[in-house]
């Protein structure tokens, strides 16, 4: 955003100094050529008047001497760099500085000489062997007698020149405005943006679950401080409905384990009394079961609602270690449902993570490994670092998920179609609240040939020396 404030502040800039400076390069060509046209024309009459005597002594015979006349030319050669050409009344030349022009020729074929022969002066543009050239014709009168023509001729370049030197300034002014428009939309482009940047950062704060950041509204233009008034009135609601919601899941599910075993227990006392040709012996235990269901139900939501928090701080826990202790509270289980539990744990191995989340992760995905894989297979408990990453996986040899069944594993309350254990739904959804919470993932995805990879991913602490 500042990028493009700035481009539309210096666009807009350069833009301006376009529209004004290009017609007027094309103005200072005509101011220059006006300039140096009468500048010629005021040479010219000053040069007609100190040549009026010594040309009407020329032209009377009493003077046949054109030194002076000669003289005079060049020295404005020399000041102006304008040549000079002094023609009598019969269009003869008198005395030239040019080059071209020789004492005698005639110049009766020349417009501004036989013009200002006839009293009118002249300006304009003529070709010449070096280019164009600018020209001034004036008559050197003797009182109400016309006794010649002089013309002052000068390159039509040196306008060009003088255009350059006065469009070169132009054009290092326009650079320094540039530059001064670029610093001054830099700043205000700053200036305004860094509100919305400080909006951001709270923005994605927010979104990774820090639901304790809140937005500056103390800075920044006021459409950008009230809308950070309401960003942050928006989070205090949503974080009030966050623990509203996570109080009530734990309250209620706390509220419902006392029942629960209180049905349970008659339930049992009921079984315990009858034996087991009861016709209602399959409707108790049924009923049972479904009970066990729901207490499992119960539990997990009580630790999905712990997993929710997302508050709790993170400390380096042993993951080495921790493997290894779940890998020996599950072996006897796995071994009574004839499945072979074995690790492959690295040592040494330490991660970052919330307190007691590692041991959940593992316990749930072991529990949902043993649930499917089949008597005579086996589960791998493994625990590896990758690079900044410790990654403890989980691989059974079971039937597996399909791809679109992967992608709703960590919903809360879904179940495989084919579980026959009859779980809660909510283990893998604490599973990826807790891993989230830690700063880390996890997934899972197909084992070769069949089967389940669950991964979670921690970041690495440093190694045990």
Known sequence: MTRRLLAVFVGLTLLVLLVHDLPLAGHLRAVERDRLVTSLERDAFTFAGLAEEDLEAIEEGRSDDRTLLVDLADSYRDRTGSEVVLANRDAEVVASNDATRSVGDDLSESAPIMLALSGVRSAGTQSAEGGEELYVAVPVLSGPRTMGAVMFTSPAAVVDERVRDRLRGIVIAAAISLLLAAAIGFVLARTLTEPVRRLRRATRAIADGDLDTRADAGTGPPEIRGLADDFNAMIDRLERVVADQRDFAGDASHQLRTPLTTVQLRIDQMLDRIDSE????????????????????????????????????????????????????????????????VTDIAPGLRARAVDGALEQIIDNYVANALEHAPAGSRVVLRALRRGNEIEVTVLDEGAGLTDAQLGHAFDRFWRAPDSVVGGSGVGLAVVQRLARASGGSATLRHNTPTGIVAVVVLRAADLVR
Do not use: H, M, Y
């Not at 012996?281 to 539990?299: I, K």
């Open 278 to 341: 009861d016709p209602n012996r399959p409707g108790l235990e049924s009923a049972r079961g479904e009970l066990r269901r729901l207490e499992r139900l119960v539990e997990g939501l009580l630790a999905l609602a712990r997993a929710s928090g997302n508050d709790a701080p993170l400390a380096t826990v042993p993951v080495s270690a921790i493997a290894q202790e779940r890998f020996e509270a599950w072996e006897a289980l796995a071994a009574e449902d004839g499945v072979a539990l």
